[in-house]
């Protein structure tokens, strides 16, 4: 199927950050979501792991390395995953630290890499409700889980694999949102999300020809690591008011 030159303006998807703007900072870091909030993306995606003492930080591995070994944040304190230097001198920060930056100016789009923490987010989510939040996992029972705990979380499903029975995949998980490789992505996949009342979010969209095409199909949201690229594409493929 050609490239579409030209995406419908009400078909404009919103734009995620992934884990920030994450080719102009390094990922997960303070920087990097502040350049996205700079940009003014409609969310910002980010890791959520648990330290031994029970605090939530943003980090995707579930590990930190060292120069001989690597050590599970699990097994961590906050203070010392605090005191963890990344490359470039930047520190782990703590998700209140990002729900802070964010302050209410975008959606926080939280996936958590961790199990056995879904009582943390919960709780972590009713003491930040000024800040719009939804949950997301590969690991389809830990927003279900969160969601269980706090029944008004807006959750979403993770998928690096075509569903062949999305309404099954769906069924009983209460999810509004359906996040898709979005290599696996076409335009059937769109009309069985929406007929089934969820929203399609493509993940990782760093091209613009590719962003435009998802448009054109209308998936819901692109997360990116490049929002002022994509913004720049998806803006010079809509036409002009009439």
């Not at 870091?29 to 350049?35: D, G, K, N, S, W």
């Not at 605090?82 to 209410?104: K, S």
């Not at 696996?184 to 929406?194: G, K, R």
């Amino acid at each position: 199927m050609p490239i579409p030159t030209q995406a419908p303006a009400s078909r404009r998807p919103a734009l995620i950050a992934h884990r920030g703007a994450s080719r102009a900072f390094l990922e997960n870091t303070l920087p990097a979501f502040q350049r996205a909030l700079e940009l003014g993306v409609d969310g910002i995606e980010l890791d959520v792991h648990g330290t031994r003492d029970g605090v939530l930080v943003v980090h995707h591995d579930p590990t930190l390395k060292r120069l001989d070994d690597e050590v599970p944040i699990a097994e961590l304190t906050a203070a010392e995953v605090g005191a963890f230097r990344l490359p470039g001198g930047e520190h782990v920060p703590t998700l209140a630290e990002v729900f802070a930056l964010a302050d209410g100016h975008t959606t926080l789009y939280v996936e958590v890499k961790a199990p056995h923490v879904e009582s943390l987010v919960a709780d972590f989510l009713s003491a930040h409700r000024e800040v719009p939040a939804e949950v997301h996992a590969f690991d389809h029972r830990i927003p279900v889980g969160v969601r269980a705990r706090r029944a008004d979380t807006r959750i979403g499903l993770l998928s690096a694999s075509y569903p062949l029975d999305l309404p099954a995949a769906l069924a009983n998980s209460g999810a509004t949102a359906w996040w898709q490789h979005a290599p696996l992505i076409d335009e059937a996949l769109v009309v069985t999300c929406h007929d089934a009342g969820v929203r399609l979010i493509a993940w990782t969209v760093n091209s613009a020809p590719h962003a435009r095409q998802l448009a054109a199909w209308g998936v819901d949201a692109l997360c990116t690591d490049l929002p002022d690229l994509i913004r720049t594409a998806l803006s010079a493929a809509t036409p002009p008011p009439t």
